[in-house]
Nanobody, 128 residues
Framework: QAQVVESGGGSVQTGGSLRLSCVASGYTYSSDCMGWFRQAPGYERDGVAVIDRDGTTTYSDSVKGRFTLSFSKDNAKNALYLEMNNLKPEDTAIYYC????????????????????WGQGTQVTVSS
């Protein structure tokens, strides 16, 4: 059974750091493309960072220089991590991990959000 499970959310003050983790397992991969998306109350879901099947990463302009994406893989699982530094109140959102995109590039996947598997989300709250 396919599973995408996030962890690591929480509450921090402005300028703080958090590390989100995601493990994807139990499905037949068509690609190793994975990414993080977020949705704040009253807003649509937006791409945060994506890594494509060639290992190329892309970040949204709002998080460039503050967030770092990393990826690891073993036989049965893909893992994706998001290191978030210098957090701001506008980073407050539910963060979703996604796996197995259809797009060929990270930039395309960031916009299209065409992933086959999604996690339940983890809350990140940044207070001023």
């Amino acid at each position: 059974q396919a599973q995408v499970v996030e962890s690591g959310g929480g509450s921090v003050q402005t300028g703080g750091s958090l590390r989100l983790s995601c493990v994807a397992s139990g499905y037949t991969y068509s690609s190793d493309c994975m990414g993080w998306f977020r949705q704040a109350p009253g807003y649509e879901r937006d791409g945060v960072a994506v890594i494509d099947r060639d290992g190329t990463t892309t970040y949204s302009d709002s998080v460039k220089g503050r967030f770092t994406l990393s990826f690891s893989k073993d036989n049965a699982k893909n893992a994706l991590y998001l290191e978030m530094n210098n957090l701001k109140p506008e980073d407050t959102a539910i963060y979703y991990c996604a796996a197995d995109c259809s797009s060929f590039t990270a930039a395309e996947a960031m916009v299209a959000g065409d992933f086959g598997y999604w996690g339940q989300g983890t809350q990140v709250t940044v207070s001023s």
